[in-house]
């Protein structure tokens, strides 16, 4: 079974912290995403990246940097947390080029920052 | 530009009775459009999808969509509610060389 796993389901960690999310998928997908999502904000994109090495910003970049060293692993930092970055993370991944296959989303971390 | 709206935030529906989530979509090309399912602080998980073969689609756990051109819609319906199926659902737009577009999520409560 295809999978896109997310290392922690579940996180709490202190404002100013540098806080690592990371996501690995066995697909062989190029393209991977971060995205956040908010009561009634709906899920936001982060960061994207293409293929190794690549990354693109996505609408809410600002407070987060990503990695991307391994195809099959692409990781969201957040360099210093702040409670405004409390929030459901969600990793995904799609094949390069085929839009019509859709995602495969990972279960999700829930990030608090006290 | 594309966009998609989802036209209720809540439905709610008894068990045993069809389920009916409305989408519709703007774009200025053909689209590929998308279900997804969110239990509870899961992932989304597909549902089903269009893509420029048959308009009518079936997906996973008796869900189906009808891409209507015409109306710009892409509604999803499922005949019989099961208890089960209580989750939020996200209609999707996706265009190549564009954004995806995900919809603010429609939350469908059922009851017994």
């Known amino acids: 079974d295809v999978k896109v796993t997310q290392s922690s389901r579940y996180l709490v960690k202190r404002t100013g912290e540098k806080v690592f999310l990371e996501c690995v998928q066995d697909m062989d997908h190029e393209n991977m995403f971060w995205y956040r999502q908010d009561p009634g904000l709906g899920l936001r994109l982060i960061y994207f990246?293409?293929?190794?090495?690549?990354?693109e910003k996505g609408d809410i970049p600002e407070g987060y940097s990503v990695s991307r060293e391994k195809k099959e692993r692409f990781s969201l930092i957040l360099e210093s947390a702040s409670t405004n970055q409390t929030s459901m993370y969600l990793c995904?991944?799609?094949?390069?080029?085929?839009?019509?296959?859709?995602?495969?989303f990972g279960s999700g971390t829930r990030l608090t920052v006290v | 530009a594309q966009s998609v709206t989802q036209l209720d935030s809540h439905v709610s529906v008894s068990e045993g009775t069809p389920v009916l989530l409305r989408c519709n979509y703007s774009?200025?090309?053909?689209?590929?459009l998308f279900w997804y399912v969110q239990h509870p602080n899961k992932g989304l998980q597909l549902l089903l999808k269009y893509t420029s073969a048959a308009t009518l689609v079936k997906g996973i756990n008796g869900f189906e969509a009808e891409f209507k051109k015409s109306e710009t819609s892409f509604h999803l319906t499922k005949p019989s509610a099961h208890m089960s199926d209580a989750a939020e659902y996200f209609c999707?737009?996706?265009?190549?060389?564009?954004?995806?577009?995900f919809g603010a999520g429609t939350r469908l409560f059922v009851k017994a």
């Open positions: 995904a991944s799609r094949l390069r080029g085929r839009l019509n296959y859709g995602y495969t």
């Open positions: 774009s200025s090309y053909s689209p590929s």
């Open positions: 990246s293409y293929d190794v090495k690549m990354k």
């Open positions: 999707v737009v996706s265009v190549r060389g564009f954004k995806t577009i």
